[in-house]
């Protein structure tokens, strides 16, 4: 039976050792893949033995025949031998037999890797390695697993990060790949110098990421009913000459988290629950709590689906006044906070 891998996984497989015959690099999230390349070529062939017994070819470059032939040859300086098809998809073969045939006895000494972003899964060339060999999920990840990645990839170097500011880069990046986040922490690290925790005016250095400390005071104040001192910070960010989508998406993070934490609050959920359904811990569940105060998770349902509006104004349609689109979504997002809860069966009595 052939295995199937999470990007996880594999990398723990190689740290113990485990390196099978061949493997099948599928997803479009290209970090993974040149990461993934990188890492086995750490696990297979020693640095002094590269140029002899490390091959990287193209599927367009090359006849599945010669491929296989590269396969079945020994290495002479490393235990094995590693073979990479980039663009694999590219791969022509009259017939598949000999591939076939090759791996259900594969060179024990020999890795063979095949990678490409966009492969084509109707082909038989796809299926008969789908079948066969180890695969590799190299698929994009989520904001949540984003923001994991970012920890992780700070701490390995000895940099804390909060879980927010994790999350705020991950948002301010989505849609980017792994390989511009991974430039843009590489660029924070640089610019910190020497480790240390990263605080959120630190995030100003980064493309497309909010200057969050002061977006989540904006959304806080909004989402407390407090109209007047969320539109000072909102105005003094403009003047600073700050990127109104930026703004918006610090705002977009912080209603989202926020609307988050109330639920699961009012679930009361045991903590465990609460960080696997909702990726929010018990420590952010209560301070989100907090800081929104009187705000109910309808307030923050309203104020994420107005932020969605003014982010197709910003992008889509082009609204004029940029700055005249945020201060509506703060109106709006204070409004709905400081609007008294109407109970039920109770009607309004006009005063006499």
């Not at 180890?134 to 923001?147: H, I, K, M, N, Q």
Request: glycine content about 10%.
């Amino acid at each position: 039976m052939p295995t199937s891998l999470s990007f996880a996984r594999f990398r723990e497989a190689l740290k113990a050792g485990q390196v099978a015959p061949v493997y099948l690099f599928e997803g479009e999230e290209a970090y993974f893949h040149d990461e993934g390349i990188r890492l086995l070529e750490q696990a297979t062939v020693s640095g002094d033995a590269l140029s002899m017994d490390r091959d990287a070819v193209r599927g367009g470059d090359i006849s599945l025949g010669a491929l296989l032939d590269l396969a079945r040859t020994y290495p002479m300086g490393s235990a094995r031998r590693l073979i990479v098809v980039r663009d694999a998809d590219a791969l022509r073969a009259e017939s598949l037999d000999p591939l076939k045939a090759y791996l259900k006895a594969p060179n024990p000494r020999t890795c063979l890797a095949f990678s490409d972003v966009g492969f084509d899964r109707r082909r038989g060339l796809y299926r008969v390695l789908a079948e066969d060999v180890t695969r590799v999920d190299c698929g994009p990840l989520d904001e949540p697993r984003t923001a994991v990645f970012v920890r992780d990839r700070l701490r390995a170097r000895g940099f804390g990060i909060s879980p927010d500011l994790a999350s705020a880069i991950a948002a301010g990046l989505s849609g980017a790949g792994l390989g511009r986040v991974d430039a843009e922490i590489e660029k924070l690290m640089s610019s910190l110098g020497g480790p240390r925790p990263v605080e959120a005016a630190d995030l100003a250095l980064l493309a497309d990421v909010p200057r969050v400390e002061d977006s989540f005071r904006l959304a806080a104040h909004a989402a407390r009913g407090e109209r007047g001192e969320a539109l000072g910070i909102l105005r003094a960010l403009l003047r600073q000459g700050e990127d109104p989508i930026k703004i918006l998406g610090g705002l977009s993070w912080y209603f989202r988290n926020a609307l988050r934490a109330k639920v699961a609050e009012a679930r009361r959920l045991p903590p465990r629950e609460s960080t696997t359904l909702y990726g929010i811990d018990r420590g952010r569940i209560e301070r989100f709590t907090r800081e929104v105060g009187g705000a109910r998770a309808d307030d923050l349902r309203d104020a994420l689906a107005f932020c969605l509006k003014v982010d197709r104004e910003l992008k889509g349609m082009g609204a004029k006044d940029p700055a005249n689109a945020l201060e509506r979504l703060v109106h709006h997002a204070a409004r709905r906070t400081s609007m008294p809860v109407r109970q039920p069966g109770v009607r309004k009595v006009a005063d006499r």
